[in-house]
């Protein structure tokens, strides 16, 4: 199996287009793709796909802890350890905890020395999964609420791929990222074969990719450019980052009034790419 | 006050408004920009900036767990009780995958050999610059590779309240998570954009569930409304039905604006007809905040 990583940076540049526009290309060779949305925070590629989220079909879960004030001594053990200052103690007094500043990591119930401490598990993420077309399958990932942490979601979706992947026997696994380079993007990212990073030709565009190709290069995952609109702004940016990189420009993409519109209506024109 | 320029989805404008309404802004009050993308900052060159920075400072917002091999006999301890799976033994060694560690220290309290310490990393560099149009913009860049942006931002908004400006323009970046959240946290009114695609119309909701859970005012703002008519009405019909989201208006698609960021100038330096937008967008918010 083969796995392509859809990436780039800044947002806007067309990572969701050029993902479904890879899998339909990709599928047409008679060979099974699973497409997964990493962009747990916005999702859209089901959008783009006609597609509804309904079912969920795997659930992800975070734990904060939970006191049982009868067991609870006050002795202060919690409230010394946590590292995100995410445990309140006024002086003499039960111990508060902030759902906001917790990151879960279970070191309070764990050190608790009278057990006062339960888990609470609250839903935080879903997993969805759509059979768009023949040989192609659609894995979505998306936080339910307010999330801070939204990493965990990316990489449970993504496990959920990879197993669909295996099952099916999958030739492709394509996975979208979310905008920007935080741990989400890196989760999304860690094992692919190859990551195509989606730009526009501008100075905005040519600053984020230059990050993302340094990220990419950390990750050891080798990548290709893809340039979007490439008929608008100024192409040269993008050309010289290319060659001082020397990443290949794999393909570009004149601006189309049809893509546009058509993407407007949540539907794709249809674009050779690759 | 704080206004903070949200979105959800990327690529919909933010970074442009926020570049413009700051130079508005800045003709009547004492501002400071915060570009609170600390993953892909990009409203200096809104700003019409070139990478020249008055103050560069490095910063440490978390600290990862760093292994002694010498004094680790692989009991695994410290991999059951890590909740994001970032140590695992292999061949009876200990492996720490970097990108998973959350710097909770859990593993250095449990580990009996005292074999791990917690370390800080340097994750991201602040910025500040002086502008051209006398106002201040403290920009971040979290280093590739590293975590913590939400934490960047947090530190980001206190270098810039030292600044003692009266008015905080806070350009957010795309998403939902930790950043965007460490963004709107005590931000006093919320500019959502977004553009007349389903995908921008659903992460415009999805934001706006952030918005909500911090109970902050908003308006909301339909850039390129003219590609597609049917779906600016939609949202429109639907920003009429917030009880506090009022649309505070529309920006035309114009695809000289792809020529104008080429050449680094700012949108209100342009003669482009979606400075007269925005002129109406930034009077109307005028009027929204009693100002």
Redesign the interface.
């Known amino acids: 199996m083969k796995k392509i990583g859809v990436t780039g ?5 067309g990572k ?1 287009t050029v993902s479904i526009l890879l899998a339909n290309k990709l599928r047409a060779k008679e060979k099974k793709v699973v497409l997964v949305d990493c ?1 747990v ?2 999702p ?1 590629d089901y ?2 796909l006609g597609q509804t989220l309904e079912k969920p079909k795997g659930k992800v879960f975070a ?1 904060f802890p939970k006191l049982d004030k009868e067991k609870c001594q006050k002795c202060g053990v919690c409230t010394k ?1 946590c ?2 200052n995410a445990v309140f103690q006024p002086l003499g007094q039960y111990p508060i905890f902030i759902h906001e500043l917790c ?5 309070c119930w ?2 608790c020395p009278h057990q006062a401490i339960k888990v609470e598990k609250k839903i935080i993420g879903e997993i969805f999964e759509n059979k768009v077309e023949d040989n192609f399958w659609l894995v979505t990932g998306r ?1 339910i ?8 979601i990316v ?1 449970k979706t993504k496990d959920y791929a990879l197993k669909l992947a295996k099952k099916i026997k999958a030739y492709y696994l394509l996975s979208d990222t ?10 999304a990212l ?1 094992g692919s074969d190859l990551a195509y990073a989606v730009t526009e ?4 565009g040519a ?2 990719l230059e ?2 190709l ?2 990419l290069k ?2 050891k995952i080798p990548a290709k450019i893809i340039l979007n ?1 490439a008929d ?3 192409k040269e ?1 993008v050309k010289r980052l290319a060659g001082e990189t020397k990443t290949k420009i794999a393909h570009e993409i004149p ?1 189309s009034n049809e893509l ?2 058509k ?4 539907k794709l024109a249809e674009v050779n790419i690759l | 006050m704080k206004i903070t320029i949200a979105s959800g989805k990327g690529g919909v404008g933010k970074s442009m408004l926020a570049s413009a309404l700051a130079m508005l802004f800045a003709q009547k009050q004492k501002v400071v920009a915060v570009d609170a993308d600390v993953d892909a900052p990009n409203l200096h060159l809104w700003l019409g900036e070139k990478e020249k920075w008055d103050k560069v400072e490095k910063i440490s917002v978390s600290e990862r767990a760093v292994i002694d091999q010498k004094k680790c006999t692989s009991c695994g301890r410290c991999v059951d009780i890590c909740t994001f799976d970032a140590l695992s033994i292999n061949n009876s060694k200990l492996i720490i995958n970097n990108y998973f560690c959350e710097g909770c220290g859990a593993c250095e309290v449990v580990c009996p050999e005292k074999a791990i310490k917690m370390k800080p990393i340097k994750n991201a560099e602040i910025r500040i610059k002086k502008n051209v149009y006398g106002f201040p913009l403290i920009s971040a860049q979290l280093y590739p590779g590293e975590t913590g942006s939400g934490k960047i931002v947090d530190e980001i908004k206190r270098k810039a309240e030292e600044f003692k400006s009266e008015m905080m323009i806070l350009d957010s970046p795309a998403g939902t998570g930790c950043p965007v959240i460490a963004a709107l946290n005590g931000t006093d009114f919320a500019v959502l954009v977004t553009e007349p695609t389903p995908s921008g119309f659903s992460d415009l909701k999805r934001v706006l569930t952030i918005v909500e859970h911090f109970k902050i005012p908003y308006g909301v703002v339909i850039n390129k409304y003219d590609i597609n008519l049917e779906e600016t009405k939609k949202i429109e019909k639907w920003a009429l039905r917030q009880a506090r989201g009022k649309l505070l208006g529309k920006i035309g698609y114009d695809q000289r604006i792809f020529q104008a960021i080429a050449q680094l100038k700012p949108i209100l330096e342009t003669d482009l007809p979606l400075k007269k937008e925005i002129q109406i967008i930034y009077d109307r918010l005028r009027r929204r905040l009693s100002l």
């Open positions: 940076g800044k947002g806007g540049t969701s962009d925070e916005c859209n959008l783009l734990q350890n590292r995100s990151s879960g990591c279970g070191l764990h050190l936080s609420g307010v999330v801070d942490e939204t990493g965990p990489t979310s905008v920007g380079m935080h741990c989400g993007v890196i989760r860690l030709p501008t100075p905005l600053h984020d990050l993302i340094r990220l950390i990750l609109q608008l702004g100024k940016i601006y546009v519109k993407y407007s209506l949540g």
